[in-house]
């Protein structure tokens, strides 16, 4: 029974986050009534105990984060520079691999800090106007975004500013850049199966006579671009070069400056306790806070005029983004540990536990956590702050080093994750004009060649004992 109320929990969740109702408000819920099923006597301690402290915990590491990202995101925006670079981009590699230089795109945009959601807005007027031209089926746009910004560069790529990322550094005390070697392979895996799919795709439909337009009307087309003045391709880079590599230096550097553990006193007045953290959990996420000012600070000043112009209204709007992006995220990570701390999670947590490879059970958790919650964040903050003990017990007993457990568990989270009720998955498909039966067949195909690359970065491991 106790196993029961926590699916009906968790099923309860998945279902109003894919009819559109907010997990800000049904978090507690489904959570709480979980509780009460369990021992109503429980439902204000875990709530005011748990779940808020839980939530709030979240926040204060990570909502800097977003917030940052979205302002640099926005930024890149109004200044025209993703502009240029998706027009330099498919300049270089020519309109007749529209899906590669999409991907490319993509690539560069989240892999400099973007968000994930910005890239929808910013790539698909190109991405329609060189389908177009390529008469390539419209509905294949969202699987050539998704392969391009929700894959290899979230989660995959060593150095990633993405939150799925990040998010191990503080469970596992790695940093970013964990586990490069195994994270170049998975990537280089999921490049090659993805555009092999999708190019697959896209030559059974040129057999079968089906051009851009496909049989559906065409909704929610963006105008042509009538090539306003944009900045030099090498100009609108450099604010995502600026993050990748300052992001990289303040790894290295933080633990110099700041030691093993951080320690000062709150007040001038009175005896308080002294605050200490640990720079080994903290120093990731300090890293990308500081690279990420870096790159708002370095398009503020290449792009002085436009940027002005737009901030006050920009920055609301990305303001507004970051708060719904990191209460949804905090949300599901109090809903998972209280989940967690019910007698039914114990089961789930049994039944995972019972896998007898550590990397295998850790993988399959996290995976099946993300597709659970439709988020690649969430699921992986609900599997860490559960098991993450039981991880690191395990990988140390059979000699795993922490980079690897970083890396599994971030690639594991941007598998399953992109069900039909994932936020990017409705964000793309809302934005394309396109729906569910028109195109997620490609994101899905995606979504699976992800998670195999998974298996395949562990595979590599073992086989290799690279990291």
Same mark, same amino acid.
């Given at each position: 029974m106790s196993f029961l109320i926590v699916l009906?929990?968790?099923?309860?969740?998945? !279902?109003v986050a894919?009819?559109?109702?907010? @997990?800000?408000? !049904?978090?507690?819920?489904?959570?709480?009534?979980?509780?009460?099923l369990t021992d109503p006597a429980l439902v204000q301690p875990m709530f005011t105990g748990l779940f808020m402290d839980k939530m709030v915990g979240f926040l204060k590491l990570y909502f800097p984060v977003f917030v940052l990202g979205a302002i640099f995101g926005k930024l890149i925006e109004i200044s025209g520079f993703s502009k240029s670079i998706v027009s330099a981009t498919i300049k270089l590699v020519g309109a007749q691999r529209a899906m590669l230089s999409i991907v490319i795109v993509c690539g560069l945009l989240t892999y400099g800090g973007v968000s994930?959601?910005?890239v929808v807005f910013a790539v698909y007027p190109f991405a329609a106007e060189l389908f177009r031209q390529s008469n390539i089926p419209k509905r294949l746009i969202p699987g050539t975004i998704a392969l391009g910004a929700f894959t290899f560069t979230m989660d995959a790529l060593p150095g990633s500013p993405q939150i799925q990322n990040i998010i191990p550094t503080s469970f596992f005390g790695t940093t970013s850049w964990a586990a490069p070697t195994l994270g170049v392979a998975g990537t280089v895996f999921i490049l090659i199966l993805g555009l092999s799919y999708l190019e697959w795709r896209r030559r059974a439909a040129l057999k079968a006579g089906e051009g851009y337009a496909g049989s559906d009307p065409l909704l929610n087309e963006p105008e042509a671009f009538r090539g306003e003045k944009l900045a030099h391709p090498a100009i609108a880079l450099l604010p995502l070069v600026l993050v990748g590599v300052s992001n990289y230096l303040f790894t290295?550097?933080?633990?110099?400056?700041?030691?093993?553990?951080?320690?000062?006193?709150?007040?001038?007045?009175?005896?308080?306790?002294? @605050?200490?953290?640990?720079?080994?959990k903290l120093?990731?996420?300090?890293?990308?806070?500081?690279?990420?000012? @870096?790159?708002?600070?370095?398009?503020?000043?290449?792009?002085w005029a436009p940027v002005v112009a737009a901030f006050a209204e920009g920055t609301k709007s990305a303001i507004g983004g970051a708060m719904l992006a990191s209460m949804n995220t905090a949300s599901e990570y109090g809903f998972g540990a209280v989940i967690a701390a019910l007698p039914g999670f114990l089961v789930v947590a049994n039944a995972l536990g019972s896998i007898p490879n550590p990397l295998i059970n850790e993988a399959i958790s996290v995976t099946?956590?993300?597709?659970?919650?439709?988020s690649a964040s969430g699921g992986m903050s609900i599997a860490l702050a559960a098991m993450a003990d039981s991880f690191i017990a395990n990988a140390q007993a059979a000699?795993?080093?922490?980079d690897v457990l970083h890396r599994v568990a971030a690639m594991a989270s941007g598998g399953m994750d992109t069900l039909p009720h994932n936020g990017a998955v409705i964000t793309v498909l809302a934005v394309t004009g396109l729906t569910h039966r028109q195109s997620y067949k490609d994101i899905f195909a995606i979504t699976v060649i992800k998670t195999l690359a998974v298996f395949f970065i562990i595979g590599v491991y073992y086989a290799t004992g690279l990291v």
């Open positions: 009906a929990a968790l099923c309860f969740l998945m !279902f894919y009819r559109g109702y907010s @997990v800000i408000l !049904f978090a507690p819920v489904a959570a709480l009534a979980a509780v009460v994930l959601f910005v290295v550097w933080m633990p110099g400056w700041y030691g093993t553990v951080t320690e000062f006193i709150p007040a001038v007045i009175g005896n308080p306790a002294p @605050v200490v953290q640990e720079t080994s120093g990731a996420i300090w890293a990308v806070q500081a690279a990420l000012l @870096v790159g708002i600070l370095s398009v503020i000043a290449l792009a099946a956590m993300a597709g659970i919650t439709g000699g795993i080093p922490m």
